[in-house]
């Protein structure tokens, strides 16, 4: 993200060493399905199942309509890197903490780890995940409408 500095952040960002885009935005947001429905969310990405093997890519406030939230299959390798014409310098941050600066030429690199995180479930995948959402973020909740 641009941290502390006024100006857009500028990143390139690639896919499988693929160039994908020239970030200028407040910043991007790299997370699993898990982690879809906290900041990624609120930043207008997509809510995913989490037995959907991804990784999710969502722009913080891009400075271009076209850019919108991306999910990726769980084998890609991301990339990110700051470049040497940069108006500033970037940020990094791992779930909101352990924020480092990212200087001209530094580069970021997201993957899937080999050894996923088990869950607990209550009832099942589905049935916990979308209780939720529907108990946490009123998903889709609204009065139904009466008859005419």
């Known amino acids: 993200d641009r941290g502390s500095s006024p100006y857009l952040a500028a990143l390139e960002c690639f896919c499988d060493n693929v160039h994908l885009t020239t970030v200028q935005a407040d910043g991007i947001i790299f997370s699993t399905p898990t982690g879809s429905t906290a900041y990624s969310m609120a930043a207008g990405g997509s809510v995913v199942h989490p037995a959907v093997p991804s990784i999710l890519v969502t722009p913080i ?16 390798v991301l990339r990110c890197y700051v470049p040497e014409d940069a108006r500033s310098e970037a940020s990094v941050a791992f779930d909101g903490k352990y924020r480092r600066e990212l200087h001209r030429g530094d580069s970021v690199q ?14 099942d995948h589905s049935a916990d995940w979308l209780t939720s959402l ?6 889709n909740t609204r009065a139904r409408q009466g008859p005419l």
Do not use: A, E, G
């Not at 997201?110 to 009832?123: A, D, F, G």
């Open 134 to 139: 529907k108990r946490n973020f009123n998903f």
């Open 110 to 123: 997201i993957q899937m780890s080999p050894y996923p995180v088990p869950t607990i479930n209550r009832v």
């Open 61 to 76: 406030c891009p400075h271009v309509l076209s850019f919108r939230s991306m999910v990726f299959p769980d084998h890609v």
